[in-house]
């Protein structure tokens, strides 16, 4: 759900026991492509349209993406999950040796910054918790690193799991 308050706007995700806080004068889209995932962006975003709605890699501006996966099958830890990344990443023939544990509102996450052709420049951060992988990725033009960073440290603050 994308509840409008006095503080602005807020996408709350029941079932993966997710909030967030949309940066200010930010858009919100829900996904249809995966279920509960959203794309959040500044209103400047330019890049490839794709069913509707601006994809990597961007020639403009900064866009968040939220998707929570639902692992049922095998017990994972952060270890885990950067091996499964790195295998992902090799398949579609990205290069990142950039992972990094950091810790996102109390939890452990993981961190992973790279570049491709196909996505352009992006942060991604993965927090695992139970049986739920929450992968929170920033995507940003080339040339407003800074000011997407900035935005992304700041929306990272307002992520709150239950």
Partial sequence: MI?????????DNKKAGLTVKVPEG??????????????????????????????????????????????????MDLEEIEKEVKTLQWALQIKSEEFEKVTINNWQALKNTFESEELG????????????LYNVGLYFAPNEKERCVQEFDKFLETVSIQ
Avoid: F, Q, R
Avoid at 3 to 11: A, C, D, P, S, W
Avoid at 49 to 72: D, F, H, S, T
């Fill in 121 to 132: 420049s992006v942060i991604s951060i993965y927090i695992l918790l139970k049986n739920k």
């Fill in 3 to 11: 509840i409008e308050t006095e503080e602005g706007k807020i996408v």
């Fill in 26 to 75: 930010w858009e919100v889209e829900k996904m249809e492509i995966k279920e509960g995932s959203v794309l959040i962006h500044t209103l400047d975003i330019e890049g490839k349209e794709w069913n509707g709605m601006m994809v990597p890699p961007l020639i403009k501006g900064c866009g968040i993406e939220i998707a929570v996966v639902y692992n049922k099958y095998k017990k």
